[in-house]
């Protein structure tokens, strides 16, 4: 009886151990800058989905944004991103990274990602997030540090003036563990 009840728990506790912890976000702001030499100018996006799922050891998280999902206060100038971006073509940005699954209990984390955007794959190595954790929610702040050149893009001009380069993407999200 007794090792019935032993090989019960073994089995019970192997399911429970070799079980996905899995979290999709909650609440997101994804925020690119743009800079001229006349203005700044920010685009706003709620609109990103997603999906983590840890397993062995380690999480793989991916985020899908619609590229017409940002919003920059201007529609005219919005389209124009449209364009410029080849979102017809590519209407999604992706980003996808794996993290050790103790990263959890981290405050600060460096992550590798895989963003997919306007027809390009760029790989951005050791970038700085910052975690606050609450209940079984975790909030992530940090900043991707994107440029045109990077997506193959060229620089939109306004008045022959053309962007800067740099389009840093800032992230707050908060993820919540299903």
């Known amino acids: 009886m007794v090792k019935k009840v032993l090989i019960a728990l073994f089995l019970t506790f192997s399911v429970l151990a070799a079980a996905d912890t899995q979290w999709v976000p909650q609440q997101n702001t994804l925020t690119y800058h743009v800079s001229h030499p006349l203005h700044q100018t920010d685009g706003v996006s709620h609109a990103a989905r997603g999906k983590g799922v840890c397993h062995a050891g380690h999480c793989d998280f991916l985020i899908a944004v619609p590229v017409k999902s940002f919003?920059?206060?201007?529609?005219?100038?919005?389209?124009?991103m449209l364009q410029v971006t080849r979102g017809?073509?590519?209407?999604?940005?992706?980003?996808r990274t794996?993290?050790?699954?103790?990263?959890?209990?981290?405050e600060n984390?460096?992550?590798?990602?895989?963003?997919?955007?306007?027809?390009?794959?760029?790989?951005?190595?050791q970038v700085s997030f910052k975690l606050e954790k609450e209940g079984g929610e975790i909030h992530v702040t940090g900043t991707i540090p994107a440029?045109?050149?990077?997506?193959?893009?060229?620089?939109?001009s306004l008045l022959t003036l053309p962007v800067k380069n740099e389009i840093p993407v800032?992230?707050?999200?908060?993820?919540?563990?299903?």
């Open 170 to 178: 800032y992230v707050d999200m908060t993820w919540h563990q299903q």
């Open 109 to 125: 984390i460096k992550a590798d990602l895989e963003v997919q955007f306007a027809g390009q794959t760029v790989q951005y190595k």
């Open 88 to 95: 017809a073509e590519f209407p999604i940005v992706t980003v």
């Open 98 to 106: 794996r993290l050790p699954e103790s990263d959890a209990t981290a």
């Open 71 to 80: 919003d920059s206060g201007d529609s005219n100038r919005d389209l124009h």
């Open 147 to 156: 440029t045109l050149s990077d997506f193959k893009i060229d620089p939109p």
